[in-house]
């Protein structure tokens, strides 16, 4: 595939796109984070107040910034690079590498949580469910205390790198499945979960609002910070799957649509696991005993969704059945969000003149070596988790400032509001970039780096190779930050040069 041909690839179908764009949002965050989260955010009637809190930031973090990915790809035609060089200029290409070293850096990790998921798939495909906390304890452990790790991350590495050589059709292709049979999944262990006897004592607990608990500024930030994670809103993964968008899809209706459908996931995700976890539980534990399950993460956030739930499907009929579609569910949702992760690098490389499948076997070998410390030691896993989480917050500030720096009415009247099937976006969109955006990222990160000093690491706070100090953060986010600015000339004339022409483009 010649160089201009890769630069005009595009989305055969609006139903690629959204089904494509669909999967870098439906992923472990829906699944796995967002029902935890849900219960340690609940109050002790109800969670009812955190899912408040978080459909407000749906509006006034996700698809405002969802919108703005979509307008920026679909401007630049190329990755996280090219479209700051379109918008405002080389000198701001290292902003550019900065927002796609953070989604590549998740990856690494990720690629990690996506072979756990594989595993579990397996092993509950062919092997008899934990009976207690002790066998699954058990399996866990001894999963990683084997190569298993090592080799699932390989597995989905690989998997991942072969869909996206072939290029966006692939990736279209591929989540035309995915993506639907995800769905139909849900659909099924939502129609079960529902019918056991006592689930509606989970839902009465999820969406029962203790509104007290929204005077908590813990319960907005939790709520926002979700929000950023399960929508995928300022990776630059949306951007970079805009870059293949026709320019007379619409924006504004894509957006909204990524938005809502992705919330529905995790919400789906949420009723089945709290209805799974209190009609499995309530007949031998009390409401505070089972939240305090749903509540404890485990090792690495693993503990509801890899330790309890395959005990609970146990002692449910066909349960075994219901595990196993569950973590088929899980391991689509992984899978779907790392292909993305995978093409923001490739795409990057790409820009700059590298052949795609070069480019996709280099990003994956490195992907997965620089995985491996992840795969093997779960304290390295959790940093990472921590330091790169937290650094989307820094992503989400870039894209706003890009366009606060070329104008905000400008850029939506000229980039956004193009199309006549798209909707007419206002002046609403307008003030939640130019303030409330800058505003909630100056509170969280502040949130966040107070959690740190107070709460995660009060004595190591100032150790920069402690897990969850704020200097681990600072460290990582400024050796990373400095490469890019002093490469930055070279990042944007790599990006700027015409590879089929052999000139630059500018």
């Known amino acids: 595939m010649s160089q201009k041909n890769q630069n005009q690839e595009s989305f055969s179908t609006r139903w690629g796109l959204i089904v494509s764009v669909l999967g870098i949002a439906i992923g472990t965050g829906n699944i796995w984070r967002f029902p935890r989260i849900a219960a340690q955010a609940g109050g002790p009637d109800g969670a009812g107040a955190f899912l408040v809190a978080w459909v407000v930031f749906l509006f006034i973090w996700s698809i405002p910034l969802i919108i703005a990915e979509y307008a920026l790809g679909r401007n630049g035609r190329k990755g996280t690079i090219g479209s700051f060089i379109a918008l405002v200029g080389d000198k701001f290409a290292w902003m550019g590498t900065f927002v796609g070293f953070v989604a590549t850096a998740i990856m690494f990790y990720y690629a990690v949580v996506t072979g756990w998921c594989i595993y579990y798939f397996v092993i509950s495909a062919t092997q008899p469910l934990p009976a207690n906390v002790h066998q699954?304890?058990?399996i866990w452990q001894g999963f990683q205390g084997s190569a298993w790790p090592v080799i699932c991350l390989a597995v989905a590495t690989i998997f991942g790198g072969i869909i996206v050589a072939k290029g966006i059709s692939s990736i279209e292709k591929v989540n035309k499945v995915l993506i639907p049979v995800l769905a139909l999944i849900l659909i099924i262990s939502l129609?079960?979960?529902l019918t056991l006897s006592n689930s509606t004592k989970g839902l009465q607990y999820l969406f029962t609002p203790d509104w007290s608990m929204l005077s908590k500024p813990r319960?907005?930030?939790e709520a926002l910070t979700q929000n950023a994670w399960d929508t995928g809103a300022g990776w630059g993964l949306i951007l970079t799957y805009a870059a293949y968008m026709k320019k007379k899809e619409a924006v504004t209706i894509s957006a909204f649509q990524t938005g809502i459908g992705n919330n529905l996931?995790?919400?789906?995700?949420?009723?089945?696991?709290?209805?799974?976890?209190?009609?499995?539980l309530s007949t031998t534990m009390s409401d505070p005993q089972i939240l305090q399950i749903m509540k404890t993460s485990g090792p690495a956030s693993t503990g509801l969704t890899f330790m309890w739930l395959p005990q609970l499907f146990?002692?449910?009929?066909?349960?075994?059945i219901f595990a196993t579609l569950f973590f088929l569910a899980l391991t689509f949702a992984a899978f779907s969000s790392l292909i993305s992760m995978i093409e923001l690098?490739?795409?990057?490389?790409v820009d700059m003149g590298v052949k795609r499948i070069k480019a996709t076997v280099t990003i994956c070998s490195v992907g997965f070596l620089l995985g491996l410390p992840s795969a093997l030691d779960l304290s390295f896993f959790e940093n990472q988790d921590f330091v790169w989480g937290i650094g989307l917050m820094i992503?989400?500030?870039?894209?706003a400032f890009i366009i606060i720096k070329y104008n905000v009415f400008t850029f939506r009247t000229d980039l956004i509001n193009t199309s006549p099937k798209d909707w007419t976006l206002g002046r609403w969109w307008d003030i939640i970039i130019k303030y409330i955006v800058p505003i909630e990222v100056v509170v969280l990160l502040t949130w966040w780096i107070y959690q740190s000093a107070a709460v995660f690491a009060p004595h190591t706070w100032f150790n920069p190779f402690d897990t969850y100090s704020v200097a681990t953060c600072f460290m990582q986010w400024g050796i990373a930050a400095v490469i890019f600015i002093l490469f930055n000339k070279k990042l944007a004339d790599l990006t700027n040069f015409d590879w089929s022409a052999k000139s630059f483009t500018k």
Request: charged letters at 10%.
């Open 136 to 138: 699954a304890t058990v």
């Open 345 to 349: 690098a490739t795409k990057i490389l």
């Open 191 to 193: 129609i079960k979960a």
């Open 219 to 221: 319960i907005w930030l």
């Open 395 to 399: 992503s989400g500030a870039l894209i």
């Open 314 to 320: 146990l002692k449910m009929p066909a349960g075994r």
């Open 265 to 280: 996931v995790s919400l789906t995700a949420a009723i089945i696991i709290f209805s799974t976890v209190f009609g499995t």
